[in-house]
Structure formats: C-alpha cells, structure tokens
C-alpha cells in the first residue's frame, strides 16, 4: 500500500480522504505544487517547496506543517514508497468551510504517483500546439484551477495537439502546464516575462541557455509566431520539448531546430549533474 | 446527524468524504448547484436539476444517478434532516483520476446546510458592490471555480462591499454569485443577456417583472451605470436585493429606488404563490 500525506500524518494511500465541505470541493479553492523523482532523489525541491508555500500565502492558506516539516515527510513517504522516476504532488486546499464560502483550517495532502512517460518522438520530433484567448487568474498562483484546459481536451486531442497555448490582447503567456519559448529571427530566447507561472524548469533553462544564448523575458506577441525559427516548452515532465506546429502554422522547418536540440542534450546534462550533488 | 448523499447512497455527515485523487481536489474541475427550502420544500427544484445535469453534461461529466433518483433522494434526506429554510448544495466532481488530469467516475454529493440569514439591512438600504475587470470562464456553466471572488474576500470587505461586479470590454456581465440589473433613464429593466450564469432567480424575476416593466436582456455596459436610476442583484437568498452605490458611484439617491422596492415585494409574493402550489 502506497503511503501519502495527510495534514502532518503519514497515511496509506486508501485513508486519504478530505471531508465534503472542504472548500476545494465546493469552490475549487486552492493551491498545489508537482516535482519529479530522478531515481529517488527529488529535482529541484527546495524551488517546488517554495513555490508552494508562496501560493498559499497568497491565497491566504495556512499550512498544517512547516517547510522543515513537509519535506521530511515527504521524504520519509519516497523512501517508504521506493517508485522512481514519481512524482510528488503537494497539495493545500480551502479547508472546512463553515458557510461554503470562507477559508477554514486548509487541508495538506501529499501524493506519490507513477509518471506515464511521455512518448520518445515528442521529444525527438516535437509537438504541436493549438492557440486559445484566455486570460488566467492570479497566474503567479499555482492555483489547482485547470477548468479550461480539462474541458478543452477533446479539441485538443481531435486536432492532434498536445496542449493550448494561451494568448489575450495579442500577447502570448503560456501553455495550460508548461512555459513556452520561441527562438527568434536573431537567434535571441524568448519567453514571457509577465503573467504567467513562474516554472520551475522554465527558471533553471533561462539559467542554463544563458551560458550559451542571449535569453530575453519580455512581453511576446502572437505576431511574433510566423517569424520565430524554433519553439519549445518547458516543465517538469516535458523538461525542453519541441514545438513543431501552433495551429497551421508550421515553425521552421517542422522539425526541431538546431538551438531546441542543443538545450534539450544540455538540459538532461544540467539535470544529471543537479542531481549528482544531491545527498544519497 | 445530518443526512447527506453521497453517489447513490444517503450517509451520514461525518461519513462524507471524497478521495484526495479526485479531479475536483487536483484541478478544480466539477459543478455544483443550489438552492433553498421554503419551510421544508425546494424552491425551483426542476429548475436546478435540469442545470446541474446541463453544466455536467458541458464539462463531460457523467452523474452516477439521473433526474429521477436523484429528486427522490434529495427529498429523502429534506424529509430526514428537517432543517427548514436551509440550503441544498448537489456537486459533482471530476472523479478519480488515474492520471491526475483525466475524468475519471464523477463523485456526487449533496449537502443539507443552514443558511445564515443575510442583515434585513440588506433588503432594506441595499447593498454597495466593487467592481472587478474578469472575464468568467465558461460562464453558462455552474462550474465550482470561484477563486477570483474568495481571494478578494479582504479587499471586498474593506470597501464596506457585498461583492464584486465583474466587467470585461467596457461589458457588466454579472456578480460572483448574482445576476445584476440596473433600471435605466426610461424605467426599462436591463441585464446582460449574453456571457453570464443563467440564474435560477434570474429567469422567474425577469419573468415575473414582464408583467408589469419593460425588461430588455442585452449587453450592458460600464458606461450606463452613472445613469442607472436603480440597481439590484438576484439569487437565491439575495432574492431581489437594492444596489446603492458600485465603487464610488451613488446610484439614484443611494437608496432602494422605487422599481426595485415593487419588484422585491411582488418577488416574495411570488415565491409565496410558487411554494404554495407545491405538494406537500
């Protein structure tokens, strides 16, 4: 039996059960975080912790342990649970509310779940996306809203694309679970520098790619997209993936280009030597 | 005990509780609706049924019992817990998910609760409401996100506020959980008629308010409201509830206007007539 997390309790995987008057089940109130195991060492831990707790404070949500607290659990849950290459999903709810509407004593719960690897040709041929307006509330916020992506996802998979890439008022932010970038005509890195989810991945690329590339974090437009050379995605699971196709647009040449291939051989460099100096 | 149901069964309050897998719980993604008892009977409960079963059938979700069962069951737990003039709550979640992103079996539960009586104050000098550029997702749905409209709790109830008035593209669409109506310079009842939550309460006012008032259903914008005569939010315990000021516009002289007070006293009479020609 799997162990999760439960408030500051370690608990089988059967025993988690959060009450029907939590205010993430009435009103969809609250915030989680999501890391990988690269064997059973956590990536990028201390970035995902914080992050989370950062979430809560701004949605106002007090959390039954503390950082310290949480991440010896946490640990404790991956050494009894032994699944590598997991991922870990933190998650703070609304709490019982007592008007179904107010936050009450939030609720911690803590998964250890299988990753489906993605398919290998995304990485080596890319990905297509497809565009939609939207706007995302609090997007400094890993809030657990992801209503428009889920009800989208019939279209999504009818079109042959993984994910949505989100644009409003001409600017492009993100894609529903992953930062976007595109390689521009001068060879410069360009993501949104605004309004979207700080990635995780996306902060530890930007870091890397700028030993070897010019990056910028700037404002992006939509009309940026039929000039861009490359394009690619960032995240947890996707780490650097290639965009070949948004909507009919093709970019480049419909394959991944030469500077995406580099950072994806460097990310998994990067990584590897990450997690080297983390302790056994 | 309170008697609440969970998928096909009624259990009892302390037993309700939904796992930590569900999609509602990691993503957000469910619906809901509500609505109250007038003694021991369901106001408008056709009416709330059949859009409960309309948003899930937009979001794809699949309710584990149909109209019928689910009435029945309802009026069971009513008959149980004998709290009158309480509230129902139906949710239904997106189920448990193998992959923390897929629909999985739809959890449903209803919720028997008390509703706290709004200040006669309210009805009687009206409300004052801010006003907030957001742009709803979904907004024929009753989805159960409302993350915008709890995070702003502070900031509403600093500024002495009810709730926040949402406008997008210089367009009012509605209020986090009321329909909003202003009386125009030539006495004509307007409300948006496009973009927002068909409110239960909603459709029997406009209804109701045909017989005697001029009522257009059409876009409103932000620009009317300095030459609003009067303004009212409808729902299900605001009822017919006055607007006397939205930010730091006064609307009319700042009290409940003329049309407004004949609209809440036909509004309860109506309600009276509806309930009396239920079943016992």
Chains 1, 2 share one sequence.
């Not at 019939?154 to 042959?160: D, L, Q, S, V």
């Not at 580099?262 to 998994?268: R, V």
Request: hydrophobic share 40%; glycine share 8%.
């Amino acid at each position: 039996m799997l162990k999760y997390i439960l408030n500051d309790q370690i608990i089988d995987q059967d025993k988690a059960f959060v009450h029907v008057s939590d205010l993430a089940l009435l009103r969809g109130y609250g915030v989680f975080d999501f890391f990988r195991l690269v064997g059973l060492k956590p990536l990028y831990f201390n970035d995902h912790i914080e992050r989370f707790f950062n979430s809560a404070d701004t949605l106002r949500l007090k959390c039954p342990v503390g950082r310290k607290r949480l991440k010896s659990l946490i640990l404790e849950i991956i050494e009894a649970n032994q699944i590598e290459h997991s991922g870990i999903r933190i998650v703070l709810t609304g709490g019982e509310s007592t008007t179904g509407y107010s936050i009450g004593e939030p609720t911690l719960f803590v998964i250890n779940e299988s990753i489906n690897p993605l398919p290998e040709y995304h990485f080596t041929q890319g990905i297509k996306l497809i565009t939609h307006e939207y706007l995302r509330e609090l997007p400094d916020v890993k809030s657990i809203n992801y209503l428009m992506g889920i009800y989208k996802l019939p279209e999504i998979k009818e079109k042959g694309a993984l994910d949505l890439l989100f644009h409003w008022g001409g600017k492009i932010s993100e894609v529903t679970r992953s930062n976007f970038f595109i390689i521009d005509p001068n060879d410069k890195i360009v993501t949104a520098g605004e309004g979207v989810l700080r990635g995780v991945n996306r902060k530890h690329v930007i870091s890397m790619a700028r030993e070897n590339f010019n990056v910028e974090e700037r404002d992006m437009f939509v009309h940026e997209l039929k000039n861009a050379e490359e394009a690619f995605i960032t995240g947890t699971t996707k780490k650097v993936m290639p965009v070949y196709q948004i909507d009919d647009l093709v970019i480049g040449d419909g394959k991944p280009g030469p500077i995406t291939s580099k950072l994806q051989k460097l990310y998994d460099d990067y990584i590897d030597a990450y997690i080297k100096q983390q302790p056994e």
